[in-house]
């Protein structure tokens, strides 16, 4: 449904050249639904403008829903559909009409009945004669879904669908999101910089940092394959207590990573459930002052702080 290659864009202006996006692979299936996860400013919504034709790009190629991105843009335009940022709706105009219009503007040939089965699949029923401006924050964002939908396309691009929405909002777009795919087929691709969102609704996931994909997979797998688990241990003497018991784990086989943070230690290590009873004889021997340990399944944060280096709370 996408396939990119060495897709890239460089923006120069009066400060200067910025490489927002320096050459993105992408390969994506028929019905996947897919999170292009990322801290401000990594380059999520300049790869979404570029692959929805939007913004030219200053290298690489893409075919999108089936056609060339720079030889049939018009192409790619009619089989794809586009959630930006904030979504476009007029508050003024009644939900109704901006469904009416954009089902017009793309020659849906029954769009009384295409927007009658949109609005009870995204349960907008009742809403048609409010203006968008009088939707909740929830409505509003599933109309603005509805508008990308309204001519049937088999991939739809979400620009970060629930930003901004409270938390029980966004758990109803996810059901949303994920029935879409159920009934339609429809291949979704989302960016956003919630680590949950992804976690929780998308197939597979992209990670992209300063422009570049630095990790990619299902969720279970990239937190298999990237992070391990994740040991935290706490030590009286603060950062020196902690110091020291790095140093004195650092060499343990099964230890792949060690970060101290105050007086904590946190390690990303091998098989957690195997390697613990050893690294506690480690930290006896080396006469190391432990408070408490915990051993945790690795979150996406994990993976992204294991390929960055960096937390993508502190990196947003
Ligand atoms: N039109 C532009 N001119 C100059 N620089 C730009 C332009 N658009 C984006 N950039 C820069 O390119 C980089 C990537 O921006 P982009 O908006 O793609 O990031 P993002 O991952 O979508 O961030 P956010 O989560 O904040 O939306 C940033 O450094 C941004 O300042």
Same mark, same amino acid.
């Given at each position: ?62 075919? !999108? ?17 586009? =959630?930006?940022?904030? #979504?476009?709706?007029?508050? %003024? ?43 909740? #924050? ?32 966004? #758990? ?15 291949? !979704? ?24 994909? !630095? ?11 990237? %992070?391990?688990? =994740? ?10 207590? %902690? %110091? ?73």
């Amino acid at each position: 449904m996408i396939e990119a290659s060495g897709l890239a864009r460089t923006f120069t202006g009066r400060h200067g050249t910025v490489e927002a996006v320096r050459g993105v692979d992408l390969r994506i299936g028929p019905g996947e639904i897919v999170g292009f996860l990322g801290p401000n400013g990594a380059g999520k919504t300049t790869t979404l403008r570029m692959l929805t034709t939007l913004l030219a790009p200053t290298a690489g190629s893409a075919t !999108v829903a089936g056609h060339d991105l720079r030889g049939d843009p018009a192409g790619v335009r009619r089989r794809i559909g586009y =959630v930006a940022q904030g #979504g476009g709706t007029d508050p %003024a105009v009644p939900a109704g009409e901006e469904l009416d219009l954009q089902a017009r503007l793309y020659g849906v040939p029954d769009p009384r009945e295409r927007i009658t089965k949109l609005c009870a699949r995204l349960e907008l029923e009742g809403m048609l004669d409010r203006p968008a401006g009088a939707l909740s #924050g929830g409505q509003r964002r599933r109309l603005d879904i509805a508008l990308g939908l309204v001519h049937r396309p088999p991939l739809v691009f979400l620009d970060e669908p629930t930003t901004g929405l409270d938390p029980q909002s966004r #758990g109803n777009l996810w059901e949303h999101i994920r029935r879409l795919r159920g009934e339609d087929g429809t291949t !979704v691709f989302l960016t956003t910089h919630y680590l949950d969102e992804a976690d929780a609704l998308c197939d597979r996931i992209f990670i992209i940092d300063h422009g570049r994909i !630095v990790a990619e997979g299902t969720p279970a797998e990239l937190k298999r394959r990237v %992070a391990g688990d =994740v040991v935290t241990l706490d030590l009286a003497g603060g950062p020196d207590g %902690a %110091a020291r018991a790095r140093s004195a784990l650092s060499g343990h086989p099964a230890v792949r990573q060690a970060t101290v943070t105050g007086g904590t230690v946190r390690l990303t290590v091998e098989d957690g459930d195997q390697a613990l009873m050893g690294l506690v004889r480690a930290l006896d021997a080396a006469g190391a002052d432990l408070v408490s340990l915990r051993l945790s399944r690795p979150t996406l944060d994990d993976v992204f702080f294991t390929v960055t280096g960096r937390s993508l709370r502190d990196a947003a």
